[in-house]
């Protein structure tokens, strides 16, 4: 009778098999993948848009010692952006970065002083309004202050682009935080579980390879991952009008950018696993991970909206890059290679992550 050989590729796909039935009668990783980003996604697509800062750019030409540009800068609802080429503000006006441009310069024909040129984006119509409102006030106190002569007048136009919503903002943010947790909580207590049952070590009694298991493991959590990155992103789009500038090649950038962010995510989850002396242990380690870019990684407000002083520990983390790769993906419609440095900064990450968790994981 002949010996057939082993075949480590059946095995892979029977555990991968194996652990994603287990993974789908989870309550908690149904729970933490589908149910609580999807909550978030309800919930901000039924309040609709809305703001706390609104961007305007100086034009490159404008005169930056006036009192218009002096009076925005301690205008607290106005982030004043300078420094911008023309093609750079045109591009931000029709993806609806940015709420508006203004160029202010001296008239020197007659009153007032100075002409203050504003134009708008229909891409941000909320945040165009506000900024507006806020110019209006802005005049009227300049020009009635101790009642001078008339200090500028504004004169206003629209750039027509894409309506950017608030569900536009939210819904990455939330496939990037459902991605997190399945990669780190998921791993973590299924790595450990095996390790404390002894399953991995009964493992050691058969043919199977050790890179078979991690694998088969692997394969399982990016497919369920994958189905709850594809049904987040329908709910979006069919109910909410998710933009998906490019329609089905942008959902699959995006689903590629979820599998290399799920990836390194992974490799948080083999960390705690290895970390970790008992199962209590894991939630808060996890938690340690997880909470700080849940909150800071631009889940729900832009990372610029942020303290100065807390910005640059918001984008040291991985989940920040992911996040911004899928928002320009989505709805400025870049290709992965315009988003090469975010994936590269998720490789680095992946890369020390991961030699970390081989000095740290234990078998048994």
Sequence with gaps: MMNTPYNH???TLALAKASFRSIMRSPSAVVFTLAFPLIFI?????LGSGGIKVELAVAPASDLQNPVIKALERTSVIKLTKGKTT?????QLEKGTIAGVIEVHRNTTMQPAYLSDVTYTSA???KGNILKSILNNLMYTLNTKDLKPAVAEIRESTVHGRTYRTIDFILPGQLGFSL????????????FSLRQTLVIKRFFATPVRRSSII??????????????AVFIIVIGHFFFHFTLIHGLVTVLNMLLLSVIGLIVFMGFGFVVSGVAKNESMIPPISNIITLPQFLLSGTFFPVDNFPS???PISRALPLT???????QVAFEGAGLWEVKQQILIMVIWGIGIYALAVRVFKWE
């Design 180 to 191: 997190l947790s399945t990669g780190v909580f998921g791993t973590a207590f299924v790595f």
């Design 42 to 46: 309800l919930v901000f697509g039924f």
């Design 9 to 11: 590729t059946k095995a």
């Design 87 to 91: 093609a750079e503000i045109e591009q």
């Design 124 to 126: 941000s119509m909320d």
């Design 309 to 311: 002083w807390l910005q």
């Design 321 to 327: 890059y992911l996040n911004d790769a899928m928002r």
């Design 215 to 228: 694998l088969g493991e692997g394969l399982a959590r990016i497919g369920f991952a994958l189905l709850g």
